[in-house]
């Protein structure tokens, strides 16, 4: 029996929802795809439609994938003496837009966070150079 697929963000008539106590069983229309039972507490499903147990699951499977997609080593971006140098390459319009070029690799704001927040209780110095400042970064 070959496996089953992950399921995927998907649309109300990809799925069938029930609930079963405390959990929202997602099962696909399509049997390739496993079924799932989603703990959401007794209390909360009673008082959920099909649409809004759909968007929270959805929006969890959404937030797994970009965690996935933007997981990387990011301690290689701070060279050994602690010192991140980086060009900021965009405005951002979203959190998950990159706009900040170390290490030749851009990084999103939320990406910056992780990577400060491995470093909680340290002082952390921003100062802003031009781009044709003495110390500038050059492509």
Not at 94 to 111: K, N, Q, W
Not at 119 to 131: C, D, M, N, Q
Request: hydrophobic share 40%.
């Amino acid at each position: 029996m070959p496996r089953k697929k992950r399921p995927h963000v998907a649309t109300l008539e990809e799925i069938r929802i029930t609930r079963d106590g405390e959990y929202a069983i997602i099962a696909y229309t399509d049997d390739s795809i496993a079924t799932t039972q989603y703990h959401i507490g007794a209390d909360r499903l009673a008082r959920m439609s099909d649409e809004d147990i759909l968007m929270l699951w959805n929006a969890g499977l959404a937030t797994k994938e970009d965690d996935v997609r933007s997981r990387r080593d990011m301690g290689s971006a701070l060279s050994r003496a602690n010192f991140l140098a980086c060009q900021v390459r965009d405005t951002p319009a979203d959190p998950d837009d990159p706009f900040l070029l170390a290490d030749g690799r851009t990084f999103t704001a939320m990406e910056l966070a992780k990577l400060l927040g491995s470093h909680v209780g340290w002082s952390v110095r921003i100062e802003l150079v031009p781009p044709d400042g003495p110390s500038s970064l050059k492509d």
